[in-house]
C-alpha cells in the first residue's frame, strides 16, 4: 500500500492543492474534534465515488464504456487497483470493480461472512458487515455500509478512536491522501464532491499550528518597523491594513489623539450602546458601528428539507466559512450561515488540559435556509480535552430577527451584523471579540468536567436573549429552562415551550414570541 501511495505522489505530483490544504496535514495538526470533522469529510467523498460507480455501471451496461475507469485508472496504473470498493482499494474485472478479498492484500474481512463485505473500519468502526451478494449490492456497498453505520450505536468520535488505539492512522492516511489525488486531477478538482471534501479540509486549516523554523523568517529582519509587519503577512489587497501601535479614535474618518475628546467620545458611545464597548489593552478603541436595516430573511421559515449532508466553504475572506445543507432532492445547497473560529492560545482560549489538543470557541451565526425562524448565535467552547462529550454547547436566540447576520472586513476587523441589526467586532486573526453587543470571557479549563461553565457571553444590546447550554449536546433539547434576560430583566421559561422534539423552533414571528414571554414572565420584555 505504501508503495501505491508513492506512485500515487508522484503522478499527481504537480497539483495546485498545497501540501498544507490535505487531509494527512489536516489530521496531523487538528484536535479529536477536527478529526472527527475531517474523517466525516472524507466518509461522505468516498460515498459520492461509491454512487458515481454504481452510476457508471449502469452506463456501462447502455453504452460498453466508462470515463469514470479511465479518470481512476491513471493514478493506480502501476498497482493494478483502479477503483473503490466500500472503501476498499480494488481492481475492476470486466469494467466491475470486484472484491478486495482478491485484489487487495490489506482487506481484513473480519467478522463478516463470504457473502458479506467488511465496510471499511477506517471510515466505520470494526465489525460492520453488508450483504454483497448481487450486483447491485456490490454496487452499492459503500452507500449501505453508511446506512449501516448510521442505524448502529458507534459515533465518528469511536472510529477516530478505534484507528488511534490500533495504530491505523498511517493507513487512513493513505485513504485521505488518495482521495486527494483524485481531486487534483485536472476534471475532478470542479466537480461537488472534490469542491466539498477541499472546503472540508479547508476549514481546518485554521487548526495549523507551523513549527517553530517557520516563524524565524516573519521577525528575522532587525530592521523592519513594527507596522511594516502586517503588510507582509497579508495578500496584496490588504496591504493598506496597518498595525496599530497605540489607542486610536476614529471620528469622521479623522484620527483623534486628544485625550479629553478621547473620554467624551467613549462616554458618549456607552451612553448610546448601553456600555457595549469594551476597551482593552493593546486593542484599538473603537467606536461602535451603528444598526444596519441589512437584507431581508428569504423566507419565514425554512423550507422542508431531506438531509443528506452538511458542509462548509471559504468564505470571501479567509477569516470565515460559509456553511450550507444538501437536500436529497436537489442539487443546489442551502446556505445556512458562517462560523469564525478563536483556537489558541490566546487570552481567550488558553492552555488546553490534552496536550496534545487545543482551546478553541467556535461562532457559528446560523440562519437555516435564510429563514428567520431558524436565526440563532450557537458557540461551542471546547477546552482542549479531546472528547467530543465534553465541549460545552450554548444555543442564543437573539429578538427581534430583523435581517440576515451578515459578515465583513472592515478596516482590518472582522465585522459581524447580528439579525438584530447590532454589530460585534471580532479580531481577524484570533478571533476574539473586539467591541460590539457581545462581551466574552475565557473558555473554562477547570480539569473538572461537571464544574466547567458554558461559553461567558454576555450580551449588552437592546434586544431580548433566548439561551440554553448543554454538555456535549444539542442544547435546545435539554428538560431545563431556558434564560430570558433584557436589560437587566431576567425570566426562566421551560425549553421544551420554545423548542419543538426536532429542535425547530415554536415561534416564527417575533411579536408572537413576545407575547408568550410576557404571558410567562408578567410583562417584561418588549421590542
Not at 449502469?58 to 466500500?86: D, P, V
Not at 475492476?92 to 457473502?115: F, H, T
Not at 484599538?284 to 444598526?291: Q, T, V, Y
Not at 436565526?375 to 435581517?403: C, H, K
Request: contains cysteine; hydrophobic residues 30%; aromatic residues 8%.
Amino acid at each position: 500500500m505504501i508503495k501505491l501511495i508513492a506512485a500515487l505522489v508522484f503522478l499527481c505530483s504537480f497539483t495546485s492543492w498545497s501540501q498544507t490544504s490535505t487531509g494527512r496535514h489536516a489530521w496531523k495538526v487538528t484536535n479529536k474534534y477536527g478529526k472527527v470533522q475531517l474523517l466525516t469529510g472524507y466518509q461522505v467523498f468516498y460515498n459520492e465515488l461509491s454512487q458515481k460507480e454504481a452510476a457508471t455501471y449502469e452506463e456501462w451496461k447502455l453504452r460498453q464504456t466508462t470515463m469514470w475507469q479511465f479518470l481512476i485508472n491513471e493514478a493506480w496504473a502501476t498497482e493494478g487497483m483502479n477503483c473503490i470498493y466500500a472503501g476498499w482499494p480494488s481492481k475492476r474485472v470486466s469494467n466491475l470493480c470486484s472484491s478486495p478479498g482478491r485484489n487487495n492484500p490489506d482487506y481484513d474481512n473480519g467478522p463478516c461472512s463470504s457473502n458479506q463485505m467488511h465496510c471499511q473500519p477506517m471510515m466505520f468502526g470494526k465489525g460492520l458487515c453488508v450483504p454483497t451478494g448481487t450486483q447491485q449490492q456490490r454496487s452499492l456497498a459503500f452507500s449501505n455500509c453508511t446506512k449501516k453505520f448510521a442505524a448502529s450505536k458507534k459515533t465518528m468520535e469511536d472510529v477516530v478512536n478505534e484507528v488511534k488505539a490500533d495504530n491505523k492512522e498511517a493507513q487512513l492516511l493513505e485513504l485521505m491522501d488518495f482521495a486527494d489525488k483524485i481531486c487534483t486531477e485536472g476534471k475532478q478538482a470542479s466537480t461537488p464532491m472534490c469542491t466539498r471534501l477541499k472546503a472540508t479540509v479547508g476549514k481546518l486549516r485554521h487548526f495549523d499550528v507551523k513549527p517553530k523554523e517557520e516563524k524565524k523568517p516573519e521577525t528575522k529582519p532587525e530592521e523592519t518597523k513594527p507596522d511594516e509587519k502586517k503588510p507582509e503577512e497579508t495578500k496584496p489587497d490588504e496591504t493598506e491594513i496597518v498595525v496599530k501601535t497605540e489607542p486610536i479614535v476614529v471620528i469622521d474618518g479623522e484620527k483623534v489623539i486628544d485625550e479629553e475628546q478621547k473620554k467624551v467620545l467613549i462616554e458618549s458611545v456607552e451612553l448610546v450602546n448601553k456600555g457595549i464597548v469594551e476597551i482593552k489593552e493593546e486593542v484599538s478603541i473603537i467606536d461602535c458601528p451603528p444598526e444596519t436595516k441589512g437584507k431581508p430573511f428569504d423566507r419565514e421559515e425554512p423550507r422542508p428539507i431531506k438531509l443528506e449532508y452538511t458542509t462548509s466553504r471559504p468564505g470571501s475572506d479567509k477569516a470565515w466559512d460559509m456553511t450550507y445543507m444538501k437536500d436529497q432532492n436537489e442539487s443546489d445547497l442551502r446556505p445556512t450561515g458562517f462560523v469564525l473560529s478563536n483556537v489558541g492560545p490566546n487570552k481567550i482560549a488558553g492552555t488546553p488540559l490534552d496536550p496534545e489538543e487545543k482551546v478553541m470557541r467556535e461562532w457559528r451565526f446560523v440562519s437555516e435556509d435564510n429563514s428567520q425562524q431558524e436565526t440563532y448565535l450557537w458557540v461551542t467552547d471546547d477546552a482542549g480535552s479531546g472528547r467530543l462529550s465534553q465541549l460545552m454547547e450554548s444555543v442564543v436566540m437573539l429578538i427581534p430577527r430583523r435581517m440576515k447576520p451578515d459578515v465583513a472586513v472592515i478596516n482590518g476587523d472582522v465585522h459581524v451584523t447580528l439579525a438584530t441589526g447590532e454589530k460585534v467586532v471580532f479580531d481577524k486573526e484570533t478571533k476574539e471579540v473586539k467591541a460590539g453587543v457581545i462581551k466574552e470571557r475565557p473558555v473554562d479549563l477547570n480539569p473538572d468536567r461537571f464544574q466547567r461553565k458554558p461559553a461567558p457571553l454576555d450580551y449588552a444590546g437592546s434586544g431580548i436573549s433566548i439561551r440554553v447550554d448543554r454538555r456535549g449536546e444539542d442544547p435546545r433539547l435539554i428538560k431545563g429552562n431556558a434564560v430570558i434576560t433584557q436589560n437587566g430583566k431576567k425570566c426562566e421559561v421551560p425549553a421544551g415551550q420554545l423548542w419543538g422534539g426536532d429542535t425547530s423552533f415554536r415561534y416564527k414571528n417575533d411579536n408572537d414570541l413576545v407575547n408568550f414571554l410576557n404571558r410567562k414572565c408578567g410583562n417584561k420584555f418588549s421590542i
